[in-house]
C-alpha cells in the first residue's frame, strides 16, 4: 500500500499515476518554455520570512471574508477546467469538498457540469469564472443562470483574448471543444465588458489576469469588485512574472478599494503566509485541487485545502501572529528588499 501523502506536493506524483498521461499533462502543463510555470513556483521560495517571537501563540484563528463572505482560512479553490477528466464526480466533488473546508469554490466556465448542477450538489457560498464573448448573449444566458443558481460573483478572465501554446496538449494531440472555442471569440474590450457585465447583473465582479499596476488602476476605475493577481497558472503567456513578484504592485495601485487575490503557484503554508503579508486578502488553489480530485477524489480534495490550512496555522504561530491582520509587510523578506539593502 503507498504511504499516504504528507504535503500538497506530493498527489502530484499520485495524480499522474492515477490519470492517462494525455490528462495528466493537460492539467500540469504550460504555456511553450513553461518558464513562468517554473517561476510562479520558485518565486515563492526566494522570499524569506522573518518570525516574531515572545508572543502568546496558543490561539490562532485563520478565517477571514471574501466580498463580506466569511472562509475558514485565506484559501480557496480556483476556477480549473473540466475537473470530470480527474474523476467521474468532477466539480461535484470538488464542491462538496470545498463545502465542507468551508472556503469559497470559483466554478470554471469550462466546467465538466454546469452551473445549475454544481449548485444542486452541495449549500454553499461559491463564485463564478465566466469570459465574454463577442456574441454576448452566451455571457448573458450564462450570467442570469449563475445568478438564479446562488453564485455570489462573478470572476472575468480578462488575460485570454487567444488560447496559449500549450505544447504538451499539441503533442498529445489533446482536443478540449469547450476551451477551443473560446478562441476568437472572447471579447477583449474591459472597459465595455465590465460595464455591460454591471449592466446586467447585480453581484459583484472581479477582474481575473491582472499583472501590472496599469491594469490594476484599470479595474479600479471601471468598477471592478476585486481583482485577481493571475498569470491563468502560466498557461498564457510563457515568460510572463511570477504572481507573488508582483502582488505589491497591484496592492499599491488599488489602495486598499478593492480586496486583491492571487493564483499561481501555492504550493505551502508558508506560500500563503507570504502572500498575505505582501498585501493580498487571499490565495488561489489550483492544481493541487486538481491532483487531490484524481488521487482520491472529494476527499483527496478536503485533504489538499486540509494540508495548506493546516501549514498555514503553524507557521502563524511559529512566525509569532495569532490573526491574519497580524501578519504584515515586516514579516517577509523579498529578492528587491535584499537588493535595496545592498545599495
Known sequence: MASEPVNVSEFEAL?????????????????????????????????????RVLVDVSRIDTSTSILGYPISSPIMVAPSALHQLANPEGELATARA?????????????????????????????????????????????VERAERSGYKAIV?????PRLGRREADIRNRMIVPKLKNVEGF??????????WLKSITSLPILLKGILTHEDALKAVEVGA?????SNHGARQLDYSPATI??????VRAVKGKIPVIVDGGVRRGTDVFKALALGAQAVLVGRPIIYGLA???EQGVKQVIQMLKDEFELTMALAGCTSLKDITRSHVRTDRDRFQSML
Open 15 to 51: 495524480a499522474k499515476k492515477a490519470l492517462p498521461k494525455m490528462y495528466f499533462d493537460f492539467y500540469a502543463g504550460g504555456a511553450e518554455d513553461e518558464y513562468t510555470l517554473k517561476d510562479n513556483e520558485e518565486a515563492y521560495q526566494r522570499i524569506t520570512i522573518r518570525p
Open 186 to 195: 472572447v471579447s477583449n474590450d474591459v472597459d465595455a465588458d465590465v460595464a
Open 98 to 142: 470545498s463545502a465542507a473546508s468551508n472556503t469559497i469554490m470559483i466554478l470554471s466556465f469550462s466546467s465538466s457540469y454546469n452551473v445549475e448542477e454544481v449548485a444542486a450538489s452541495c449549500d454553499a457560498v461559491r463564485f463564478f469564472q465566466l469570459y465574454v464573448y463577442r456574441g454576448r448573449h452566451i455571457a448573458a444566458n450564462l
Open 156 to 160: 472575468l478572465t480578462v488575460d485570454c
Open 295 to 297: 488521487a482520491k477524489g
Open 225 to 229: 469588485a476585486g481583482v485577481i493577481v
Open 245 to 250: 513578484t508582483v502582488v505589491e504592485e497591484v
